[in-house]
């Protein structure tokens, strides 16, 4: 899977259109004329992922080369103008047929804000939290925000909870200096954060914690659960909660 902005195609189809109505007396090298517009058709080729439409375009290609001669004042002749109108021609036949087998994929607006989704996870969070957080809890919470923003719910569900079990360890084996359980499963590790006295004023958080474990993360390990995209933004939101606790509190230890 590639990403492209939805305005790479736009641009690319602006370009194409530029050089099939070439006329003659069209300025070859000034900025925005025929010459950078080949080069934008040629590289958004490779970029958008047309092969087969790039090797159709060597001819113009080797059109370019003859025009990189040209004067820097120079314009179009009227043969020249007739070549590239005619090379485009031929070059969109083969584009149009490439295009057939392409489809792109794009976005819908969510609760949660896309863009932080995609790219910027720890703002989704409290400040500081994220950098806080295990390695691979930051994997598994960047992945379910990826897979909220193309609504593969389910699969979000799994990273979420997996996430949220990895700084639930973290979590444990930083207050829990002695005597530990010995299986790091979430159930074991909640029974017994409340067995310490310690972890008395945590007993908000254990309650939500458990309450995830028995809701959320048993029913989605074990094949019982599928969610929708709301329920799994949700499900985010329970989750970040937690998580946000988790680090404020081991803050406070430090």
């Not at 179009?76 to 070059?91: F, G, R, V, Y």
């Not at 993360?217 to 799994?232: F, G, K, L, Q």
Request: glycine fraction near 4%; charge should be neutral; charged fraction near 25%.
């Amino acid at each position: 899977m590639q990403r492209h902005s939805i305005y790479n195609y736009y641009f690319f189809g602006t370009c194409l259109r530029y050089l099939q109505d070439a006329q003659e007396g069209h300025s070859i090298h000034r900025e925005g004329c025929i010459f950078e517009n080949i080069d934008t058709f040629l590289s958004y080729l490779g970029v958008i992922g047309l092969p087969v439409t790039e090797r159709v375009s060597r001819e113009l290609d080797n059109f370019r080369t003859d025009l990189s001669e040209a004067d820097k004042d120079s314009f179009l002749s009227k043969e020249q103008a007739k070549t590239l109108q005619e090379l485009m021609k031929k070059i969109r036949v083969t584009l149009e047929a490439e295009l057939e087998g392409v489809e792109a994929f794009t976005t819908t607006p969510k609760r949660i804000d896309i863009q932080k989704l995609l790219d910027d996870v720890p703002n989704l969070f409290s400040p500081k939290v994220f950098n806080a957080l295990p390695e691979i809890a930051q994997y598994d919470l960047s992945e379910g925000g990826k897979c909220i923003a193309f609504e593969r719910a389910t699969a979000a569900a799994f990273h979420i909870l997996r996430g949220t079990e990895a700084v639930l360890r973290h979590f444990y084996n930083s207050l829990i200096r002695r005597s530990r359980v010995k299986s790091l499963n979430w159930g074991p590790i909640v029974q017994d954060l409340r067995k310490h006295r310690k972890t008395d004023k945590y007993i908000t958080l254990i309650n939500h914690l458990d309450n995830i474990r028995h809701s959320f993360r048993n029913p989605t390990a074990h094949p019982e659960s599928i969610y929708d995209i709301h329920e799994v933004q949700d499900l985010w939101g329970v989750c970040a909660d937690v998580i946000n606790r988790m680090i404020k509190i081991l803050n406070t230890l430090t």
